[in-house]
Structure formats: structure tokens, C-alpha cells
């Protein structure tokens, strides 16, 4: 059977076929200088196996919506491998942060990121982590010492001075 198909010659050499389909285009964009005045796409190649810092998350916020001259990037996947992150990390982060946005008179709804409601949200649930109180079940004596080493700066000496003079 003859076909019109003209096939290349094979070679010896093997081609460099990038790891992951969804990186393909990235050398194209690392290799655009110029970004219409956006900043440069740069890719960390690691991952940190850290907690999202503050700017952490004000960068993810900025690739997601495309705003402060950063390319707009929707992927998880891309986002991690430019953040440093695992894939499955920021599809975490971004259902934390997730937010509705009205927009115009118009009733119209826009689900958008906001990395000041995802760092709200994850100190309000790291608060509960830590040990247990070593003072048992005294809530209102360590309420009270709290308040002494918080608002009145008292030192640990001073804290069993004023205890053992007030009782």
C-alpha cells in the first residue's frame, strides 16, 4: 500500500518531550521577555510541604484573577508548579478561599478568590490546634492568668507573687 503520508527520517536521537502535557506551552511563555507589561511566568520547580503564607496566598490571588499585571492562570496545576506547591494543595487553598462576588445591578455572580477570607479562615481553624491546658479543668484561673500576662505584661514571678499575696 503507497501513501502520500511523508514520514520524517528516523534518527538516533530521542526527542525532549516535556513531563506533563499541561506544561507544554510554558517554554514558550518563559521564553516571552516581553508579557504586554505583565510580569514574567517564573516556575519553582519544588515542592515546600509548607503552610500558605500571607504573600503565599495574595500571589495565588493575583494569578487566579489576573490582576496586578500577573497572566491570568486557572490551573491548579500550573498554579502549584509556579508557587511551589503540590497540585492537590491549591485546589485546597482555592476551595478555602473561594468567595461570591455580586457584580453591577445587574444580578450577576462571580466565584473569585480572596486570600484575605482564606487567611481569616485558616487562623480561625488553627486556633483550636495546640496542647491542653496543664492547669486541669481552671478555666477562670487561667482566664485571669492570661489576662495578667497579656494586658499587664506580668512576669512569670510576678504572676506567683500576686497569687500568693492575693490568694
Request: proline residues 4%.
Amino acid at each position: 500500500m503507497n501513501s502520500n503520508i511523508k514520514y520524517p527520517p528516523k534518527s538516533g536521537k530521542k526527542k525532549n518531550v516535556p513531563w506533563n502535557s499541561v506544561t507544554t506551552g510554558l517554554n514558550e511563555l518563559n521564553a516571552n521577555e516581553e508579557a504586554m507589561g505583565r510580569k514574567k511566568l517564573r516556575i519553582e520547580p519544588a515542592c515546600t510541604h509548607t503552610h500558605f503564607t500571607w504573600g503565599e496566598r495574595v500571589t495565588l490571588q493575583y494569578y487566579y484573577t489576573g490582576t496586578n499585571k500577573y497572566q491570568k492562570v486557572r490551573s491548579p496545576t500550573l498554579l502549584g508548579r509556579i508557587l511551589g506547591k503540590h497540585e492537590r494543595t491549591i485546589r485546597r487553598e482555592l476551595q478555602r478561599g473561594l468567595v461570591l462576588h455580586e457584580v453591577g445591578d445587574v444580578p450577576f455572580e462571580r466565584w473569585d478568590y480572596n486570600a484575605d477570607y482564606a487567611q481569616h479562615d485558616a487562623e480561625r481553624k488553627s486556633l483550636g490546634k495546640g496542647s491542653d491546658l496543664r492547669l486541669g479543668k481552671d478555666w477562670v484561673f487561667e482566664a485571669h492568668m492570661s489576662h495578667l500576662v497579656r494586658d499587664r505584661h506580668y512576669s512569670p514571678y510576678a504572676i506567683i507573687q500576686h497569687f500568693q499575696t492575693t490568694g
